[in-house]
Antibody
Framework: QVQLVQSGAEVKKPGASVKVSCKAS????????MHWVRQAPGQGLEWMGI????????SYAQKFQGRVTMTRDTSTSTVYMELSSLRSEDTAVYYC??????????WGQGTLVTVSS | DIQMTQSPSSLSASVGDRVTITCQAS??????LNWYQQKPGKAPKLLIY???NLETGVPSRFSGSGSGTDFTFTISSLQPEDIATYYC?????????FGQGTRLEIK
């Protein structure tokens, strides 16, 4: 069965970077794009970007351009999302979600990133 | 970027009621519209894809309709386990946008 297992919670200081991983299993890793979505406490869902695990190409939401980097490691079926220059407003749960065409049918369990001095 | 306007932001209804949520796109998105359910502390769950198709295993009381810019999500008979926040999501050439969400409560 399809599983997306994310790395554990992180606490970071303002200005630092965080790298969240999402390990996929149960399907052919390179056959499906992966999205990253975040959710601040009590807020809605916010799309951050997408990566093609096959070639590594990416597309980011304009809001995060220059601060986010999505990468993948095909040898371990893992995608990564790195967010730099963290500020308190980046405190959120970060999700990876596998795409099937336009829909996100499988989601990771979420990773809480807390930015605090 | 395509903007999604979802309404209402919150809704209180009784068990057995028919519940309707709407989502409007800022431009034509054909039928590239999905609906998700999110319960507290959990990841979102896909309910409806391509505006009107029920995801496998989702109860038939959930339905969706619409195309172009105007879309509707309906629960035909509200059940206690349907308490959650619901989001619409559009897809435009790899880029996606979510609606603001509708928090559904039991009256």
């Amino acid at each position: 069965q399809v599983q997306l297992v994310q790395s554990g919670a992180e606490v970071k200081k303002p200005g630092a970077s965080v790298k969240v991983s999402c390990k996929a299993s149960g399907y052919t890793f390179t056959s499906y794009y992966m999205h990253w979505v975040r959710q601040a406490p009590g807020q809605g869902l916010e799309w951050m970007g997408i990566i093609n695990p096959s070639g590594g190409s990416t597309s980011y939401a304009q809001k995060f351009q220059g601060r986010v980097t999505m990468t993948r490691d095909t040898s371990t079926s893992t995608v990564y999302m790195e967010l730099s220059s963290l500020r308190s407003e980046d405190t959120a749960v970060y999700y990876c979600a596998r795409a099937f065409g336009p829909q996100l049918g499988y989601w990771g369990q979420g990773t809480l990133v807390t930015v605090s001095s | 970027d395509i903007q999604m306007t979802q309404s209402p932001s919150s809704l209180s209804a009784s068990v057995g009621d028919r519940v309707t949520i709407t989502c409007q796109a800022s431009q034509d998105i054909s039928n590239y519209l999905n609906w998700y359910q999110q319960k507290p502390g959990k990841a979102p769950k896909l309910l409806i894809y391509d505006a009107s198709n029920l995801e496998t295993g989702v109860p038939s009381r959930f339905s969706g309709s619409g195309s172009g810019t105007d879309f509707t999500f309906t629960i035909s008979s509200l059940q206690p386990e349907d308490i959650a926040t619901y989001y619409c999501q559009q897809y435009d050439n790899l880029l996606i946008t979510f609606g603001q969400g509708t928090r559904l409560e039991i009256k």
